[in-house]
Nanobody, 121 residues
Framework: QVQLVESGGGLVQSGGSLRLSCVAS????????MAWYRQAPGKRRELVAR???????NYADSVKGRFTISRDNAKNAVHLQMNSLSPEDTAVYYC???????????????WGQGTQVTVSS
């Protein structure tokens, strides 16, 4: 059984930084994409950043230049360094992975439980 476990959320003042981490565990054959999404109250879940197995990345326009996604393939981990945080970044952040478990031949979506990030003004 595959699990994604996030850590690193919390409360920070505007202009501050946080680092989120997510580790995928279980019987995993390969991980294609790892990503961070967020969902603010009353809003739809949105992609923040994603990183492919080869290292290429995509970012939402709202976080470009402030957030950096990185990946440790050996540990099945993904990190999100968030700098210059603003109250608009307040949301629950979810880790996502598109991966192939050892129990099947195709990729599936997996999600973490979410971690709260609150930025005070």
């Amino acid at each position: 059984q595959v699990q994604l476990v996030e850590s690193g959320g919390g409360l920070v003042q505007s202009g501050g930084s946080l680092r989120l981490s997510c580790v995928a565990s279980g019987s995993i054959y390969s991980i294609n994409v790892m990503a961070w999404y967020r969902q603010a109250p009353g809003k739809r879940r949105e992609l923040v950043a994603r990183i492919f197995s080869g290292g290429s990345t995509n970012y939402a326009d709202s976080v470009k230049g402030r957030f950096t996604i990185s990946r440790d393939n050996a540990k099945n981990a993904v990190h999100l360094q968030m700098n210059s945080l603003s109250p608009e970044d307040t949301a629950v952040y979810y880790c996502n992975a598109v991966l192939i478990p050892n129990t099947q031949d195709w990729a599936s979506d997996y999600w973490g439980q979410g971690t709260q990030v609150t930025v005070s003004s």
